[in-house]
């Protein structure tokens, strides 16, 4: 009976005003997209297993949910929005000679042990630049996360960009084994700089290097730390990552963004197809990224098509409970409340025809003989009714 009333560990119920301001909030966010040429795209909520194997870089194999069909394949329920994409705009969009913009809906299911306390079903919606691997795609991503939030009410967050090329130069000058680069990746996902110098001096690094990562702490802050990264910058490769951002943050102003901006020179990526910049939007009420981009260039080669590309998810849930913890109000359409009594019901249905043909909402409720008209206003309060009418 237990497992009848309550749902698993990881996922929830949404009703009521919770699940209004969410719907409310999709619909403004979907509409920005709109505003900059997004194409709506509906993937499945399964694939096979392939579409998320380890090589392409999404989420580990063991925390996927996987499941077979009758006819013996491996499917699993999508844990990242962007490889799903990948492989429709590598399949169906192929021949496509202009850059394809896409923007998407959806859940994804991560079955993590870790994630103790947090869902386990979270709601993406996200957006995907396919075919352009200029400094304006790049641009034009991060300008749209921006008046995104703002178009939900956000007043105050940060996006924060890096570059993979940085942080990758200083782990290939390390000459570390395979097996070693994954525990330093690890360390600066935590921010633990300690960590990092340890297992540096453990393999003998050379303190020129080692004072180079040790800097990385430093290197987060206005556009004025690039000019700070550009004297750790060991490789060309390095050296054009810091150029890139510079150009970036430049189209940004014109985008009236650039105030939003920071830089984060030791950011690196949680999935492993990034290949370029990488951001994440973060503000208050909420210890988690509210939104997750990248470039993913090489991604495409893996579903059979070489297509620079660049995207991002927002995480609603997060975004949701930054928004109550900052008392932002989000203003969801209500609904009129129209009671009557049982003899009046042709009344009512012709009264609720006309508000509704104006425009209004209306819900009717037949008012029973032992029923209070606090119970009806409480009633009305909990479905954020905003006029009840008696007729």
Known sequence: MNRKQHTPEGVRDIYGRECKEKLYIQERLLENFHAY?????????????DVFREEVGSTSVQELYKFIDREGNILALRPDMTPSIARVAATHFAEEEVPIRLCYLGN??????????????????????????????????????????????LKEFQISIGHVDFIQSLLQATGLEDDVLPEIRQLLVNRNFYGIAEVLRK?????????????????????????????????????????????????LTQYDIHRYITFDLSMSGNYGYYSGIIFRAYTYGTGDAIVRGG??????????????????????????????RQEIDVTIPTVTLLVYV??????????????????????????????????????????????????
């Open 342 to 391: 049982a003899k009046d019901l042709p009344k009512a249905i012709a009264l609720a025809k006309e508000m509704r043909r104006a425009g209004e909402a209306v819900q009717l409720l037949e008012l029973k003989p032992q029923m209070k008209q606090a119970v009806i206003e409480a009633y009305g309060k909990r479905i954020d009714a905003g006029e009840i009418r008696y007729l």
């Open 37 to 49: 040429g997004y194409q709506d795209i509906q993937p499945p909520t399964f694939e096979y297993m």
């Open 108 to 153: 994804t299911f991560v079955n993590h042990v870790s994630y103790q306390g947090r869902l386990k079903e979270n709601t993406q919606l996200g957006a995907e630049l396919v075919g352009d691997a200029s400094v304006t795609a790049d641009a034009e991503m991060i300008a749209m996360v921006g008046s995104g939030l703002h178009k939900i009410g």
């Open 203 to 251: 393999h003998h690094v050379t303190n020129q290097l080692r004072e180079a990562f040790g800097k990385l702490s430093e290197l987060t802050g206005g556009v004025e730390v690039l000019e700070q990264a550009s004297a750790i910058a060991l490789s060309s490769q390095a050296k054009a990552a810091i150029t890139r951002l510079r150009m970036i943050y430049e189209i």
């Open 295 to 324: 470039r993913y260039d090489r991604l495409l080669e893996k579903f059979g098509n070489k297509l620079p590309s660049i995207g991002f998810a927002i995480y609603i849930n997060e975004l949701l409970s930054a928004l109550r």
